[in-house]
């Protein structure tokens, strides 16, 4: 089976825009979660959709969210980009949500200059 | 809520020497535990989890933690480590049945020294 993708892997954008991102679960994985990483904070969890609603969310500001579609694929997306909003974001999938292991994906690396 | 502390930012260790990577978590219940690996540009790893039973939990590449329930410990470790073994390493905890969100320590740069 194919692995978590995310796209694109690279983003840099300006402050003052938004930014869309895109995780394609594993192949009949139906629940996926998003995590921000910084050298700082480390991973901190954003959240989880399961079948297309929200399931779990962190402590984000509402300028954070997510869909996911019918398909499991999912998108985040950021607007009114901050410099603090330059991290990898980490896209993670399981098949259903009581499977304790997550899959992640390579991530995709947003620069906010 | 539950909270993971991993005390060592780095810990550099010489080629087939053992190492220790720490993790102390806070939780007022049962917990799952895991460690998870993360090669330069790469997403994470599983490397071992703990759900119950056995205290003793082996993974890949010669890895294995010990859960420590008074000590509210997984510390992770590895006989004989390779420079292949040079990554960062993320302890997380989470509420058993995984209906809640993972939480994760700050990560552990492991850096193999040859």
């Known amino acids: 089976k194919a692995g978590v993708t995310q796209t694109p892997r690279y983003l840099i954008k300006t402050r003052g825009q938004q930014v869309t991102l895109s995780c394609s679960p594993i192949s009949g994985h139906r629940s996926v979660s998003w995590y921000q990483q910084t050298p700082g904070q480390g991973l901190q969890f954003l959240f989880e959709y399961f079948s297309e609603t929200q399931r779990n969310k962190g402590n984000f500001p509402g300028r954070f969210s997510g869909r996911q579609f019918s398909n499991s694929r999912s998108e985040m997306n950021v607007s009114t980009l901050e410099l603090g909003d330059s991290a990898l974001y980490l896209c993670?999938?399981?098949?259903?949500?009581?499977?304790?292991?997550?899959?992640f994906g390579p991530g995709t690396r947003l620069t906010v200059l | 809520a539950q909270s993971v502390t991993q005390l060592d930012s780095q810990v550099p260790v010489f080629e087939e020497a053992p190492v220790e990577l720490r993790c102390n978590y806070s939780s007022s219940v049962s917990v799952y535990l895991f460690w998870y690996v993360q090669y330069p540009n790469q997403g994470l790893q599983l490397l071992l989890k703990y759900l119950s039973g056995s205290t003793l939990v082996k993974g890949i590449n010669g890895f294995e933690a010990e859960f420590n329930k008074s000590q509210t410990s997984f510390h992770l470790r590895k006989p004989s480590v390779h420079i292949s073994d040079t990554a960062e390493y993320f302890c997380a905890v989470s509420d058993p049945g995984g209906y809640q969100k993972v939480t994760f320590g700050t990560g552990t740069k492991l850096q193999v020294i040859p």
């Open positions: 993670a999938s399981r098949p259903d949500r009581s499977t304790d292991t997550q899959y």
